[in-house]
């Protein structure tokens, strides 16, 4: 049977952190004192981290307690894009800007993949949509998200759904892949015609 609970019972939530970054984007020049600060612009559409973020952050000892661990969850609060993606410890000694709440779990009960899953739902996103019609700059508090009602299924439905969700993001991913291809065959062949008719 499934359970219900508030997104607070499950994972333990912490905002992301308000650090200068450093004006120098050249990693080989930066020292080991430099860490990466993740932020909104360095997710994709489709939530992929890019793979490309370079030292950007003088670490201070506040900083390494926010390190990002494996699975948890960054879940972007502010601006107009709420979204959610599991840190898969795609870089070291990493932190999430202040955009950011970052979700731990705290239950056993609970897949990371599902909990991102769930959270990126539209029926999920649809209880947030007041804020971007209400406030300048959209924001969900920590309190806010920690309300927010979470049915767990069992781990076998879970990763179900997990496995669904991949095949449907491949299938989404191919689409895109087809109409570039179709773009680009189209505009070949129109070219060609208008070089062979002069």
């Known amino acids: 049977m499934n359970k219900k609970f508030k997104l607070s019972d499950i994972v333990n939530i912490r905002s992301g952190m308000v650090v200068p970054k450093t004006v120098n984007n050249d990693e080989d020049q930066l020292t080991d004192a430099y860490v990466r600060m993740i932020g909104t612009s360095d997710y994709s559409d489709d939530g992929v981290l890019r793979k490309d973020l370079e030292a950007n952050v003088l670490i201070k000892p506040a900083i390494e307690k926010n390190f990002l661990q494996e699975n948890e969850i960054l879940f972007n609060s502010k601006g107009r ?12 000694y990493t932190i999430a800007s202040a955009s ?22 539209p029926d999920t996103l649809k209880i947030f949509d007041s804020k971007m019609n209400t406030q300048v700059m959209p924001s969900i508090t920590k309190q806010e998200l920690g309300e927010l009602d979470i049915i767990i299924p069992n781990f076998a439905t879970q990763k179900q759904i997990i496995n669904l969700d991949s095949l449907k993001k ?17 505009n070949t062949v129109t070219y060609k015609k208008l070089k062979n008719e002069q």
């Open 81 to 92: 894009r709420f979204f959610a993606a599991r840190f898969q410890n795609e870089y070291s």
């Open 170 to 186: 491949e299938q989404i991913a191919l689409q895109k892949r087809l109409i570039v291809l179709k773009e680009n065959f189209i």
């Open 100 to 121: 950011f709440l970052v979700l731990t779990i705290a239950s056993p009960e609970v897949l990371p993949e599902f909990l991102v899953w769930y959270l990126n739902h």
